[in-house]
């Protein structure tokens, strides 16, 4: 069990908790060896494979087809024939389609959940409390707007727009392909979605929930592979590009569509302010500050990166910090109790290894609490950076992983200016007790999501994007569907 410690007059309290293992049990998902393209309600075989591998073991779990530009352009050819079918239903009919949808999901979430950790390193008690509701709850969402497009759009005629060719990141597998594939279906499109190449097993388990749903062949088709067979879809004959991922594809993706009149909207990166007031709860705002860059290992394109800490409460608030942070439990995803899970892969491991040694060799003071990292698969301590500056390459790259710097400020105005100096624009967070300095900062803060006293907080009905280089265009609530339509 566990020691108790005394402070001061105090009540004892717990000096550390040993928790025993709680594993969830990976039984309930079954994998197939190999899988091939979804197109056309069919199962297609690939003509390549590679190898997903599960980033806590690096244990092979299936492979996976590497689709070419001739099976994406079949894909497209194939969601335009059923376009003509699915644009034509009734709304209601096709909002009975995604209610199915989210209620299969809802009864298959365990499943899910089990798979998305497996295959993405993330925390179960995120998969399951947070990624499965959510996803259900996008198609839930969408399924009410289907039959209701002319009251949220009135007198301005919405129609669908055709073949909406989707590519979505390793962050969130199965919640991107929520919130890409849920909006185009209520607008009456349909869709060639592609997974990320390290997380795309619980994109192919839904083509089962899609078979389960009898959702007409076609509409929604899956194309498994890596950066080639994005550019592929890209440059397909499709009517719209969704895209989420780095800021620097997005601008490659952007580049690339200049001129051929297809749409295209960009959910890109971020570095976002966290930006804590000498008035706010304390104890809250540090549940905050850690929810919003260890959620999801920090790999979240909206995390609160860069903490902005009022330097009359600079000292308590990084020290509740690193005491907050050492309880922290690291490893693990498929552990009940695990809070910081797996990276989930090599490459990105890399990446914040550099940028953490950067931001070691430019000055900034590195803490790390005591914790076990497994030996085997893609592992990396929460981190927290005091002493930066805000050239540091840690204040201004995106590092996509659970490392934190801390910068100070004085007044409100210092605030908001050292938060937009950034080229970025996702998301902030502000934690303060005065709700007129929440609505002053809110207003000024160059950030399509201004989180106050909470952080990484989604909902469908609430609208998400960028400004500046985190892209553009919004996804979830009614905003949410106007890329997908055209209006007269
Ligand atoms: P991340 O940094 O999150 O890995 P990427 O932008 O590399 O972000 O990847 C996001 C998605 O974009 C993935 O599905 C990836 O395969 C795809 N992708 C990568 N390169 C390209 C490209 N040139 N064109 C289209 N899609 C791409």
Redesign the pocket.
């Known amino acids: 069990m566990t020691d108790l410690e005394r402070r001061g007059d105090r009540s004892p309290v717990p000096a550390g908790w040993t928790y025993a293992p709680a594993p969830e049990s990976t039984e309930i998902v079954s994998l197939q060896e190999r899988y091939g393209l979804f197109v056309g309600g069919e199962w297609l075989e690939g003509a390549e494979h590679y190898t997903t591998i599960s980033p806590r073991d690096e244990a092979p779990l299936a492979e996976v087809a590497q689709a070419g530009e001739a099976d994406v352009h079949h894909a497209v050819a194939v969601a335009r024939e059923a376009f003509s079918t699915w644009s034509a239903l009734a709304p209601s009919e096709r909002a009975k389609y995604l209610f199915r949808i989210a209620r299969i999901l809802a009864e298959r979430s365990r499943e899910f959940a089990v798979l998305e950790s497996l295959n993405g390193g993330k925390p179960i008690k995120e998969s399951r409390d947070v990624d499965l509701p959510l996803a259900a709850a996008h198609f839930f969402y969408y399924a009410g707007w289907a039959d209701k497009l002319e009251y949220a759009f009135p007198n301005q005629d919405p129609r669908p727009i055709g073949v909406a060719g989707q ?5 969130f597998p199965l919640l991107m392909l929520a919130w890409k594939i849920a909006p185009a279906l209520a607008a009456g499109n349909t869709v060639v979605l ?4 390290t997380t795309p097993l619980t994109a192919l388990l839904f083509c089962d929930v899609l078979r389960q749903a009898e959702l007409p062949p076609g509409t929604v088709n899956i194309v498994t ?7 592929a ?2 440059d397909a004959d499709i009517d719209k590009v969704a ?4 800021t ?3 601008k ?2 952007q580049r ?1 569509l200049a001129g051929t009149g297809k749409r295209v909207t960009l959910e890109l990166g971020g570095k976002a302010a966290n930006i804590v007031f000498d008035d706010c709860a304390l104890d809250q705002a540090v549940e905050g500050i850690v929810n919003g860059i260890y959620f999801n290992q920090g790999h979240v394109c909206c995390a609160g990166s860069r903490l902005f800490v009022q330097e009359s409460i600079y000292e308590p608030v990084v020290e509740k910090l690193k005491r907050r942070m050492a309880t922290l439990r690291v490893g693990d995803p498929l552990d009940k109790n695990t809070d910081v899970g797996a990276i989930n892969s090599r490459m ?1 491991l890399d990446r914040i290894t550099e940028l953490v040694e950067a931001g070691q060799a430019e000055g900034a003071e590195i803490y790390q609490p005591p914790c076990r990292l497994p030996e085997r698969g893609y592992w990396f301590a929460p981190t927290v950076f005091t002493n930066v500056a805000q050239s540091y390459r840690i204040a201004q790259e995106e590092i ?1 992983g659970p490392v934190l710097s801390v910068l100070t400020f004085r007044t409100p105005d210092e605030a908001v200016e050292k938060a937009n100096n950034t080229p970025y624009g996702l998301s902030a967070g502000i934690w303060t007790e005065k709700g007129s300095r929440i609505l002053w900062m809110a207003e000024r803060l160059r950030a399509g999501v201004v989180w106050a006293n909470t952080f990484n907080r989604f909902d469908p009905t609430s609208p998400f994007g960028g400004y500046k280089e985190s892209g553009f265009g919004r996804e979830g609530g009614r905003h949410g569907l106007e890329p997908y339509l055209s209006f007269s």
């Open positions: 590519i979505i990141p390793w962050n592609k997974p990320a190449e592979g890596d950066g080639r067979t994005g550019a879809l890209v895209f989420t991922g780095s620097e594809v997005g490659a993706i690339r990105q996509f």
